[in-house]
């Protein structure tokens, strides 16, 4: 891949494109504490040639982090919508997210829906469903974690890192976990090492997740959506009791106009460090 910098809302955001110029375009979001290099097994299992762009999200990897003490999601749909507008601004493109990045994709998709010309949403399928009631709990705790910010742990030696990478996926191949270990940490003068996301991305959003919006969102795309979910997903982890969270996640899909549901097999969240060639061939069939 090859590297550019843009300012974006004042902030020097770092943009991977990988493929010929004049190649049909791609543009793929990252997820949470993930950068923009997670890609390149999917884009190495392409089997046509494409100008695929791939931006750090502000905080994350090569991207500047926020001057203020904590990130605003909204700020997300603000990036990407000056991101596409540099690249594209005229034609309607073809997006692809994962995990937080397909969040980010999918509400864009029903706030900007002639923007999007199809849509791939990898295990991006919100967060729980939140109540009023828990308005006063959650701005509190808010409160709380910015007296104390959260701190990110550092690590002795790059092995460490891949140690580390492979604790949180043990399918990870020893090759891809050096690989990522190299993009998703860096070392300091001190000789540690350290991972590429601000610390302040884990502050608890002040925000509920408001399902109802979102949702609203989403029954405003106009583009075809492939929803791609992994077998051996996690998302459970997240959203509460197995059985009520898989109703939860058909009712969402459901709500999109026009989607397609595909699963990989052998795969965990992180299905395209799991299963690229299987997620780029997905991707292709859609697209073409």
């Given at each position: 891949?090859?590297?550019?910098?843009?300012?974006l809302?004042?902030?020097?955001?770092?943009?991977r494109?990988?493929?010929?110029?004049?190649?049909?375009?791609?543009?793929?979001?990252?997820?949470?504490m993930?950068?923009?290099?997670?890609?390149?097994?999917?884009?190495?299992?392409?089997?046509?040639?494409?100008?695929?762009?791939?931006?750090?999200?502000?905080?994350?990897?090569l991207?500047?982090?926020?001057?203020?003490?904590?990130?605003?999601?909204?700020?997300?749909?603000?990036?990407?919508?000056?991101?596409?507008?540099?690249?594209?601004?005229?034609?309607?493109?073809?997006?692809?997210?994962?995990?937080?990045?397909?969040?980010?994709?999918?509400?864009?998709?029903?706030?900007?829906?002639?923007?999007?010309?199809?849509?791939?949403?990898?295990?991006?399928?919100?967060?729980?469903?939140?109540?009023?009631?828990?308005?006063?709990?959650?701005y509190?705790?808010?409160?709380?974690?910015?007296r104390?910010?959260?701190?990110?742990?550092?690590?002795?030696?790059?092995e460490?890192?891949?140690?580390?990478?492979?604790?949180?996926?043990?399918?990870?191949?020893?090759?891809?976990?050096?690989?990522?270990?190299?993009?998703?940490?860096?070392?300091?003068?001190?000789?540690?090492?350290?991972?590429?996301?601000?610390?302040?991305?884990?502050?608890?959003?002040?925000q509920?997740?408001?399902?109802?919006?979102?949702?609203?969102?989403?029954?405003?795309?106009?583009?075809?959506?492939?929803?791609?979910?992994a077998?051996?997903?996690?998302?459970?982890?997240?959203?509460?009791?197995?059985?009520?969270?898989?109703a939860?996640?058909?009712?969402?899909m459901?709500?999109?106009?026009?989607?397609?549901?595909?699963?990989?097999?052998?795969?965990?969240?992180?299905?395209?460090?799991?299963?690229?060639?299987?997620?780029?061939?997905?991707?292709?069939e859609?697209i073409?």
């Amino acid at each position: 891949s090859r590297s550019e910098f843009l300012s974006l809302r004042g902030l020097r955001t770092h943009v991977r494109h990988w493929g010929s110029n004049d190649a049909p375009v791609l543009f793929m979001l990252h997820g949470w504490m993930d950068v923009s290099a997670s890609f390149q097994f999917v884009v190495d299992s392409f089997a046509r040639d494409w100008h695929v762009i791939a931006p750090d999200w502000r905080g994350f990897g090569l991207s500047a982090r926020t001057p203020a003490d904590c990130y605003w999601f909204p700020d997300y749909f603000a990036d990407l919508d000056l991101l596409l507008g540099h690249y594209s601004p005229e034609t309607p493109v073809n997006l692809i997210g994962h995990s937080m990045g397909g969040n980010v994709a999918t509400i864009y998709a029903g706030i900007r829906p002639q923007r999007i010309a199809k849509l791939v949403n990898l295990e991006g399928f919100g967060l729980a469903t939140t109540v009023p009631a828990q308005a006063p709990g959650r701005y509190a705790q808010w409160l709380d974690e910015l007296r104390q910010p959260p701190q990110m742990r550092s690590y002795r030696t790059r092995e460490d890192v891949i140690a580390r990478l492979c604790k949180t996926n043990p399918r990870l191949t020893p090759a891809r976990a050096d690989f990522l270990a190299g993009e998703w940490a860096s070392q300091r003068d001190d000789g540690e090492w350290e991972i590429l996301g601000d610390p302040a991305h884990k502050i608890v959003s002040a925000q509920l997740y408001r399902s109802d919006e979102v949702l609203a969102c989403w029954r405003n795309i106009t583009a075809p959506v492939l929803w791609v979910e992994a077998e051996h997903t996690d998302m459970w982890r997240w959203m509460g009791p197995r059985e009520k969270v898989r109703a939860e996640i058909d009712h969402r899909m459901q709500v999109i106009p026009d989607v397609t549901p595909a699963r990989v097999a052998d795969a965990g969240h992180m299905l395209h460090h799991d299963q690229p060639e299987a997620v780029a061939r997905l991707i292709e069939e859609f697209i073409v």
